[in-house]
């Protein structure tokens, strides 16, 4: 894949991907997605192997995980055991550090700011709300509607559509590789973090740049 260039310069907002990005959720993802593992009879899952495998589409992620193709509403129960289990240590994710100082930064800056997530709209909403967030905001949406390939790219596309923001004027900050794959269906740019769900290397085959943190991807539109 192409390297991603862009000029800095040109950046004017920044969408931002909340689990694993803003949100430090990792140990509930990986708890979540073992509850799952008992559920269908497989062994627990350590988080390097769980960050070399977990990928969007989801369906087939969890199939080669469990190691057997899902029967008829069996990805539903593992939908809603997954929540539930996620749900229940929910409250102990703390903001990924340099969080909310980093989006103060950037709005001091001129910058504008939005966030779009793949966790359901109405799930997402309160929660941005109740960590005090919803003010940096110009705009908060989670997964609104379904899509045929299970992507960020549709949900992006609308999501800066509905606000009118060139989408050349935008960096994506997030941490898997569809992060990045829809920044770019959308015409904007990515910056992934290694804070999250997916692996270095895995990030790094995406060919965008490549940061550790919140922090440093907006030092790196900073020029700092
Ligand atoms: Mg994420």
């Not at 390097?48 to 369906?59: G, N």
Request: with cysteine; glycine share 6%; net charge negative.
């Amino acid at each position: 894949m192409a390297e991603t260039t862009f000029d800095r310069h040109d950046i004017t907002h920044i969408v931002w991907d909340w689990n694993g990005t803003l949100l430090n959720d990792n140990h509930a993802n990986l708890a979540a997605v073992n509850a799952v593992c008992e559920l269908f009879g497989r062994d627990p899952v350590e988080m390097d192997h769980w960050r070399s495998v977990f990928r969007r589409p989801l369906i087939p992620c969890y199939e080669e995980l469990l190691g057997r193709a899902f029967e008829d509403g069996e990805w539903e129960r593992a939908e809603q055991h997954y929540d539930s289990s996620y749900q229940q240590l929910l409250s102990s994710c703390e903001l990924t550090v340099g969080v909310p100082d980093v989006l103060h930064e950037w709005a001091r800056g001129g910058g504008t700011q939005s966030l779009l997530s793949m966790a359901s709209h109405d799930h997402l909403v309160p929660l941005i709300s109740e960590r005090g967030l919803t003010a940096h905001f110009t705009r908060v949406d989670g997964r609104r509607f379904r899509t045929q390939h299970d992507s960020k790219a549709e949900h992006l596309v609308h999501h800066l559509r509905e606000q009118d923001i060139d989408p050349a004027r935008v960096v994506l900050i997030g941490d898997i590789d569809d992060d990045a794959h829809a920044a770019r269906e959308a015409g904007a740019h990515p910056i992934l973090v290694t804070s999250g769900l997916m692996s270095r290397d895995r990030l790094e085959a995406t060919g965008s740049l490549v940061v550790d943190s919140p922090v440093a991807a907006v030092a790196a539109l900073r020029g700092a």
